[in-house]
C-alpha cells in the first residue's frame, strides 16, 4: 500500500519513543513508527507516524490485526476504548533493505483509569425507560440514522491537528462516568459535559464535514456529528440551535450550534463526544493535551 511513498517518509513527524517490554518485542528504540503520546490509556486515540529507514518501506500497520488505513503523509489513527484492558499490539509489516518481507510487532501496555459514578434522580419515566413499541421503534431508527452518520470513510485530514474545547463552561460530566438514573444503573457516559447557559455558542473544535444535523432526537435532542477523516468523529449532543447542514464543510472555530436542554437533558449544557469508528473516546484527552 505504501510502496509509492518512497524516500519522502525518511524523516519521522514525531520523535521516536522507547517501547514497554511484551511478549513481540524486546525493550528498544522502535524504528519504524512513532505515536502521539507516550502513555496509552483507555479513552485515547493515538495517531502514528512511520518512520522509515534508508531502505524499508512499510507496506502495511495493523491494530490488533486489523488493517488501518495510512495517509498520505505517513499517518494512522487507532482508538482505545473505555474498558479495553491488556495489551495494545501494532505490527509492521515492510521490505527490509535486502529485500526481504518483514512482519515485526510491538506491544504497548493500557493504563487503566479510575471511572466516577453519578446519581441522577428525578428524570420522568419515560426518559429512563421507554417502554412503549411507537418509543422503541423511534430510537431505533434514530440509532440507525447516528451509526450512519459514524460509518463514514473519509480520506480528511483534520483528525491530525490540535483539537480546541468546542464550548465555554463548567465541566459537569466525564467520560466514562457510570450514571444511575432514578436508581436504576445505565451504561457509562461516553462524553464531556460542558455546563452553560442555553443560546452558549458551540463551535467546531477541528474542522471536517458534518454528516448528520438532527433536530430532535429522543436522547440527545439537538445532535451534530462532524467527519474528521480516517474513522473519526465527533458529536454534539442536547443543542437548542443548529447552524449546519449535512455536507457542509466546517473549519475550526465556525460555530456549528447553540448550547441547549433538548432530550434527555435535566439541564443546558454540551454533551460533545468522540469516536474512532465505533469506538468511543474522550474528547478530553485531546483537548488536555494538545
Known sequence: MLK?????????????????????????????????TEVITQGSMIIGQLTLGQFETIYQIQHNGKSLQITPNGQFVFGVGRDEKGEVVLTAKYISETGKKVTESFAFNIQQRLWKVEKIDGLPNSKVNPRSAKLIERIRKETKLVKQARATHSQWLDFTKPFIKPAQGRISGVYGSQRILNGI?????????????????????IGGVVTLAENDLFFSGGTIIIDHGYGVSTTYLHLSQINVKVGQLVSQRD??????????????????????????????LLVKSR
Open 4 to 36: 509509492d511513498f518512497g524516500v519522502r517518509y525518511l524523516v519521522a513527524l514525531f520523535a521516536m519513543l522507547c517501547w514497554p517490554s511484551s511478549s513481540h518485542s524486546e525493550t528498544r528504540q522502535n524504528k519504524l513508527f512513532s505515536l502521539s
Open 185 to 205: 444503573k445505565k451504561r457509562p457516559h461516553y462524553g464531556q459535559d460542558i455546563a452553560n447557559k442555553v443560546g452558549t455558542e458551540v463551535i467546531a473544535p
Open 255 to 284: 460555530k456549528i450550534g447553540e448550547i441547549g436542554a433538548t432530550g434527555r437533558a435535566t439541564g443546558p449544557h454540551l454533551d460533545w463526544r468522540l469516536n474512532w469508528n465505533t469506538t468511543r473516546l474522550d474528547p478530553a
